[in-house]
């Protein structure tokens, strides 16, 4: 079994919008044998983006997980692969996808370099401590430039990038690589589609630079190997391939080096080599340290092994709707065995779920399996109430896995049916959709009574209106994108309060006395501090204070918006014997937070975003301007051959549609990327306009 688990390669694909992930992934179902006919975003036929969002947009919007296999050197492995979005709306997606990836390729376009969107992927796999891999792709690109891409890897992203390909020619020349570890010229064939390709010398006016890059390369490794480092001055010529494969795996998995290839995937050039790295650098689950985990019954932390005999143990990390088979619950078994129609334990909601079939997707298409077991990835169907982040498990062996964090929504919408007996419909569509994606929630405003919808983008909550109406048939009417304000308050403040209530019988009695606090804005949540002495609240209560508190910050004094951080330290109170109830004393701390948030000063937050902007020279000053009347503070401007880029922080609430200004003042011919950044307090003349006009109003 471990000589099949060592086969296994699962990894992800991940990249700036546009810098031809899907592309690549098409190309690799072609090469391995799962399509007969390549697929094209362009043309909206890719096999990986199946949604019809995703075909009309030509983007990737969910992580399509699917498993191919690829011969090398006479052996079989097996690669699954989740393709995930470059949209920063879509971060979600692959935050969950690095949570359970054991190893991921990294996409660079040859001509935009490293991308902001480039930038938050690498981040987030170092988070993850995800080896990779990189693949300067669409060389032949005019302004193609792999070296420039090389530099910009280990400036911009901190990295150790070897290179361990180069590209033969460029632009409309390029027609292959040069292997700097064989040292041979690898050229593809146009007329089957880059099927097979000719191995050949390198080129005459390739060999000083091959010889360059090949030493560059040896001296890279040698830093972490002290025989290479022996031969390399002793000996360079007795070095062998094996010993640089050998070294390469090695140092990838260690994250230590990032091996880098180029290619052309829409021209059909580089695709196999780069299958080839995968399974000769990237780890298998063999190679990855066991699971850490905590056993919810002794509080203890425990591990797994990745070993298909140990107790069974595995981690959802995506849930999706299928029209025919209902839920698809995507996990990444950790150890053990799992066969269909047995039952595993949800340590999140300690209930049993059966698993009714086992599915090893390809796309959106699927193949029944009786059995899967440690190391791989499969989608289950049957799961009634599971989320994504639920740790699955042997129910006599329970552990609870690391949790996925997910962002905050940053922007809301208030959505209503277009008839009344749409209602349920509305209600129960938002209800699945919420469920397969944790950063859109759905809330009633109390206010109001409108339902809101919250997500990470204007994109994101686009497509999510467009699949209420084209998979939910569900028409509904929407306002305009509102920002996700936060309120917090500005200093300390000590109040006392007593909540009293006499009726015919038992009645309720709660006295506390609290201070809050306000803390640091890049803190979440509430902390919560209990100073009570001798019993005064008996220890039963108190988690009953905390819940209170937590529930009254949803909705803050000053202008009803959630307050994002507090700090509440409980300091003393009193109970009564009879009268006294954990009921009480929540109803007691929601009044009490009410009743001291009116005697401090508050303010309003909101989101601010970091953004780039990618402009041809001659709009630099329209752009520049244009952010100036949106309260942006521009903290860099780059050069870079004929286009300047604009690194700036801006309120979110300054962005609605800046896609279309954009284009009116550039010609179209400007791009940007935003994420979100951080929580900052809003101008005393905006807050007024805030609070003034309103918070949500439907178009």
Not at 416 to 424: A, G, I, N, S, V
Not at 531 to 554: L, R, S, W, Y
Not at 600 to 607: A, K, N
């Amino acid at each position: 079994m471990s000589e099949i688990l060592s086969n296994i390669r699962n990894i992800g694909i991940m990249a700036h919008i546009d810098a031809g992930k899907t592309t690549t992934t098409e190309r690799i179902l072609f090469y391995t044998g799962k399509n007969y006919k390549i697929g094209e975003v362009d043309e909206g036929t890719a096999t990986m983006d199946w949604m019809v969002q995703e075909q009309e947009r030509g983007i990737t919007i969910t992580s399509a997980a699917t498993t191919v296999f690829w011969k090398h050197q006479k052996t079989d492995y097996k690669i699954n692969i989740i393709d995930t979005p470059g949209h920063v709306d879509f971060t979600v997606e692959v935050e969950r996808s690095l949570r359970i990836l054991d190893g991921a390729v990294a996409i660079f376009c040859a001509v935009g370099g490293v991308e902001p969107q480039s930038e938050t992927v690498w981040r987030q796999a170092n988070k993850y401590d995800v080896p990779r891999i990189c693949y300067v792709n669409k060389m032949d690109r005019q302004g193609a430039d792999f070296y420039g891409v090389l530099k910009q890897i280990k400036e911009k992203l901190h990295a150790n990038p070897v290179a361990i390909n180069l590209p033969i020619g460029v632009e409309d020349s390029f027609s292959g690589i040069v292997d700097l570890i064989e040292m041979k010229a690898y050229v593809w064939n146009e007329e089957d589609q880059g099927a097979t390709y000719e191995v050949y010398d390198i080129p005459e006016d390739m060999q000083s630079d091959a010889e360059e890059y090949r030493n560059a390369m040896i001296e890279a490794l040698a830093e972490f190997d002290d025989n290479l480092m022996e031969k390399y001055f002793d000996d360079p010529d007795s070095i062998t391939a094996d010993e640089l494969y050998a070294l390469i795996r090695q140092t990838t998995i260690d994250k230590k080096i990032q091996p880098v290839l180029c290619g052309s995937s829409f021209k059909n050039k580089g695709v196999q080599k780069l299958l080839d790295a995968v399974v000769m650098y990237l780890p298998s689950p063999l190679d990855m340290p066991a699971i850490h985990g905590v056993n919810p019954k002794t509080d203890k932390e425990e591990t797994r092994e990745v070993d298909p005999n140990a107790p069974f143990s595995a981690l959802a990390f995506k849930i999706a709707t299928d029209p025919y088979v209902g839920k698809l619950t995507f996990i990444k078994v950790y150890s053990g065995t799992l066969a269909t129609g047995t039952t595993v334990w949800n340590v999140n909601t300690n209930k049993r779920e059966r698993v009714a079939k086992i599915l090893q997707m390809h796309s959106n298409k699927q193949q029944p399996l009786e059995t899967v077991s440690a190391g791989n990835i499969v989608a289950l169907v049957g799961m009634k109430e599971i989320h994504t982040g639920d740790s699955l498990c042997d129910e006599k062996h329970p552990i609870s896995l690391e949790n996925i964090e997910f962002p905050e929504p940053v922007i809301h919408v208030a959505v209503e049916p277009k008839t009344k007996d749409d209602e349920d419909k509305l209600m129960n569509a938002l209800a699945r959709l919420a469920e397969e994606d944790p950063t859109f929630t759905v809330k009633v405003d109390p206010d109001s009574g409108q339902t809101l919808i919250s997500g990470m983008g204007e994109l994101h909550l686009d497509i999510l209106l467009d699949r209420l109406k084209r998979e939910f048939s569900v028409d509904c009417n929407h306002g305009k994108p509102r920002v996700a304000y936060k309120e917090a308050i500005l200093s300390p403040v000590r109040h006392r309060e007593v909540y009293k209530k006499q009726t015919g019988g038992k009645g309720s009695f709660a006295e506390i006395e609290f201070e809050l606090s306000p803390l640091p804005l890049e803190t979440r949540g509430l902390q919560f501090v209990s100073e009570v002495k001798g019993g005064n609240i008996p220890k039963d209560f108190i988690p009953a204070v905390e819940k209170g508190f937590k529930q009254a910050m949803m909705n803050g004094v000053f202008a009803g918006y959630p307050l994002e951080n507090l700090k509440v330290t409980l300091l003393d109170g009193s109970f009564h014997s009879v009268d006294s109830d954990a009921l009480s004393f929540e109803i007691c701390a929601k009044i009490g937070f009410r009743e001291a948030c009116r005697k401090v000063q508050s303010v309003i937050l909101e989101p601010i975003m970091k953004m780039e902007v990618v402009t041809p020279d001659e709009y630099i000053g329209n752009v520049t301007s244009d952010l100036n009347r949106k309260r942006a503070v521009v903290e860099q401007v780059e050069a870079k051959i004929g286009l300047q880029v604009i690194k700036a922080q801006v309120p979110l609430a300054e962005m609605f549609g800046y896609v279309t200004s954009l284009r009116s003042i550039t010609s179209g011919r400007a791009t940007f990327s935003m994420e979100f950044l951080k929580y900052a307090e809003v101008p005393a003349d905006i807050q007024d306009y805030i609070l003034n006009v309103g918070r949500y109003s439907l178009l």
